[in-house]
């Protein structure tokens, strides 16, 4: 993305970043670094790339005064919550969407790759590989990966994720549908006849029901339990299911999620937080 697309909307990002970042005791000095991190996600650079970027007007709209240190960014990293994070997604979210009524819901998860085998907090976990890789590997691609997972709610019709979880990679997907759908439910309008589009990990009872009492129709993939194929729902708008899954290919492809180079579940939280923030920033400000 062309920087000069982003610029009009950086001040108001920084405003918001500067009232999260003291609720953490933080000065808003450190709400600059956070948003010249975000921006960091947004164009692909390098903390070497971001310097000579905070050099120019952009880096003067937030602060900058002159070209900081380098190493200024990778010490952020190491003070900041994730949670300064989420609190400018959940901001951003809430801003734009209000009085949005969703009328179709589409959940899933991704793998991030642990940066390090080393990583305590990483765990060994399935993962269903693109079609490029079955393509590349004879349709025997490797489903086991090391790492954490990104569980997702997305809003199918705007391609905007509206609910999120990081968990290590050994936690099935359907773990997590209860606190994903509540969050939706308190936070966000649900459209009457909304629909919840979901693969065969999601084929269990207790969703039904939840769904059912919350008055969403389930388009629910059914799992084949091992014995035959998962049975693809007819309803015309499953299709529209793949929504998720193309936030998950921009997050790893433009805007760096498959890129982690950090340890640590709080360090890596970060990371995920960030690239979804600035997924946000660019397609939802």
């Known amino acids: 993305?062309?920087?000069?697309?982003?610029?009009?909307?950086?001040?108001?990002?920084?405003?918001?970043?500067?009232?999260?970042?003291?609720?953490?005791?933080?000065t808003t000095k450190f709400a600059k670094h956070i948003v010249a991190l975000i921006i960091k996600q947004i164009e692909g650079l390098t903390d070497v790339e971001l310097v000579?970027?905070?050099?120019?007007?952009?880096?003067?709209?937030?602060?900058?005064?002159?070209?900081p240190d380098y190493s200024i960014f990778s010490k952020v990293r190491k003070r900041a919550e994730p949670g300064i994070f989420e609190e400018l997604n959940n901001w951003i979210l809430q801003d734009r969407l209000k009085g949005r009524k969703m009328r179709l819901l589409a959940q899933d998860s991704t793998d991030v790759p642990a940066f390090s085998r080393k990583d305590r907090d990483a765990k060994k976990g399935h993962r269903t590989p693109s079609k490029r890789e079955q393509e590349d590997a004879d349709g025997k691609a490797n489903n086991m990966f090391f790492g954490y997972k990104l569980h997702m709610i997305c809003d199918a019709e705007t391609e905007i994720p509206v609910s999120f979880y990081i968990a290590p990679g050994n936690r099935h997907d359907s773990v997590f549908f209860a606190k994903l759908s509540d969050d939706v439910n308190q936070r966000f309008c649900i459209a009457h006849g909304a629909k919840y589009l979901a693969d065969s990990a999601f084929d269990a009872t207790h969703i039904y029901k939840e769904l059912h009492e919350n008055g969403v129709k389930a388009v629910i993939s059914v799992n084949g339990r091992g014995h035959r194929k998962s049975e693809v729902p007819k309803d015309p708008e499953y299709g529209k299911r793949w929504a998720v899954e193309r936030i998950f290919s921009r997050l790893k492809e433009v805007f760096g999620l498959a890129k982690n180079r950090v340890i640590g579940m709080e360090k890596v939280a970060i990371h995920i937080h960030s690239c979804i923030t600035a997924y946000l920033v660019s397609y939802l400000m």
Request: a positive charge.
């Open 52 to 67: 000579d970027l905070a050099g120019t007007k952009i880096g003067r709209t937030i602060g900058y005064r002159k070209r």
């Open 1 to 26: 993305m062309n920087i000069s697309k982003i610029k009009n909307k950086i001040p108001e990002v920084y405003a918001a970043t500067r009232v999260i970042v003291q609720h953490y005791g933080h």
